[in-house]
């Protein structure tokens, strides 16, 4: 029996941000916002509540406080004035789940296509995906940690996906 448990993190902010990421102006500004390094493709660089998560070759999520978020899109605003650029606040669109304890990627695996082996999808890996048919992503903050974005609008749904994935054991595909 698993010992996962599934949290719902209601405080974070989420910027999805549009536009070049290999532009110098852009990087700065994220960097500037999360204290951390901008992340590689298909990496997440996330401490404590802020970080900056690697979406697709034009995207970057930038997580942060809730009541930063503002601000934050003010300083993007400034800062890529005259580049072409998305800066969208979607923390009302989103949810954020921290999934944490035994059986956590067998949990997972029962729900996603992913390859979530711990030779492909560690600490500091991002991977968009699907649990059941809800498009999502999931990244690891730290081993034995993984934290979660899907829309809100089925965030009851993939919570309880994940309570009852939790509940019916390992499956072996990535024994402890």
Do not use: N
Not at 5 to 34: K, P, Q
Not at 44 to 60: N, Y
Not at 145 to 171: K, N, T
């Amino acid at each position: 029996m698993s010992e996962l448990t599934v949290t719902r993190l209601t405080d974070r902010g989420m910027i999805s941000l549009r536009g070049d990421l290999s532009d110098d102006a852009l990087r700065s500004a994220c960097t500037g916002l999360s204290g951390g390094d901008f992340p590689e493709a298909g990496h997440a660089i996330v401490s404590g509540d802020k970080g900056l998560l690697w979406m697709s070759p034009d995207e970057v999520l930038i997580l942060l406080p809730q009541e930063e978020v503002g601000q934050a899109l003010e300083t993007l605003g400034s800062a890529l004035a005259g580049s072409h650029h998305l800066a969208v606040d979607v923390s009302d669109a989103r949810a954020l789940f921290r999934l944490e304890g035994s059986g956590l990627r067998d949990t997972l695996q029962k729900l996603t296509p992913a390859d979530l082996s711990p030779a492909t999808f560690g600490p500091g890996r991002i991977r968009r995906t699907r649990l059941a048919q809800v498009a999502a992503a999931l990244w690891m903050p730290g081993e034995g940690q993984v934290d979660l974005v899907c829309f809100r609008s089925v965030a009851d749904y993939v919570q309880r996906l994940l309570e009852v994935a939790a509940e019916g054991g390992p499956v072996g595909f990535h024994p402890a």
